[in-house]
């Protein structure tokens, strides 16, 4: 008999308790100056109190909890409705080319008796280089030819964009393909009715960059996406993405990838020879700087 008043007592007291919890809560609305409630809720709920209840609605947040829960997710709520900060990002690409080339020929004509030889000064005939060449008084010559050159360039573009942390932007370059269609209509007298209209297809190359601060430093999460238009009359689209991350201080330049190749040409001949070596380095940089 004791245990079953025990038990009635303890469901009262946790009856009593949880009306008292309930009476104790308070509903707060509380508007939302920069960020929106789909971003601001899920990381608010996990702070409430059991029982307690978080809805948004018309960039307004429904906070139903008690006074000092409500305190708290206030200082929360302080921290994170706050002003995006602007942002200027820049990305470089540079284009650095050296070229070696060599030329090395020799060409004459000597004749005795009924026998005559000539060789012809390959592979350009030109006259640039070192000359050197000799000639009797029966008119046979020699000439030797040699030429060496190097090329040296550095190329680089510079794009800009807008945007506020936490946001995507995206830098792209490229072109508009022309795609022509054709439509057949029959109309009730006979005859086809052929309609052509030409439609327009951006075939365009660059990066989605989305940048998140936390105080001077900077993380990006970057997808390049490259588009190649294929071979042939009807244009074949080709697109190639890949994601990545990099991370730095706001205003330094950060190296996302780059490229290096290299090319060697050859050709011999008789009494010639010619090389070309070449060698191409890429870079992509990125910075972000924050716009005050």
């Not at 206030?74 to 995006?84: A, G, I, K």
């Amino acid at each position: 008999m004791k245990t079953v008043v025990s038990g009635w007592l303890l469901l009262i007291f946790l009856c009593s308790a949880s009306q008292l919890s309930a009476e104790s809560m308070t509903l707060e609305v509380i508007p939302l100056k920069h960020r929106l409630t789909e971003e601001i809720i899920p990381v608010l709920r996990p702070l409430l109190q059991p029982g307690g209840t978080i809805t948004g609605m018309n960039n307004q947040l429904i906070i139903k909890t008690t006074p000092d829960n409500l305190a708290q997710i206030r200082s929360v709520l302080d921290s994170l409705d706050r002003s995006p900060r602007r942002l200027l990002i820049r990305v470089k690409q540079g284009i650095m080319t050296n070229t070696d080339q060599q030329e090395h020929a020799v060409s004459g004509r000597i004749s005795t008796g009924d026998i005559s030889a000539e060789v012809n000064d390959h592979p350009s005939g030109g006259h640039d280089g070192v000359i050197i060449s000799g000639q009797d008084s029966e008119g046979n010559f020699i000439r030797y030819r040699g030429n060496e050159s190097r090329i040296n360039s550095d190329e680089g573009n510079t794009f800009m964009v807008r945007t506020t942390e936490g946001y995507p932007a995206y830098i792209a370059v490229g072109q508009s393909i022309p795609v022509s269609t054709q439509s057949a209509l029959a109309p009730p007298g006979g005859g086809v009715i052929v309609n052509e209209s030409t439609e327009y297809i951006n075939a365009d190359s660059g990066f989605y960059v989305m940048p998140r601060l936390n105080g001077d430093r900077v993380t990006l999460l970057i997808a390049p996406r490259l588009t190649k238009v294929g071979p042939g009359k009807a244009p074949v689209l080709d697109v190639q993405d890949v994601e990545t991350t990099v991370s730095g201080r706001l205003g330094e330049w950060m190296e996302v990838g780059g490229i290096d190749r290299q090319s060697r040409q050859d050709s011999r001949e008789l009494l010639s020879s010619s090389g070309q070596r070449g060698q191409e380095s890429r870079s992509v940089l990125i910075r972000v700087d924050e716009i005050k």
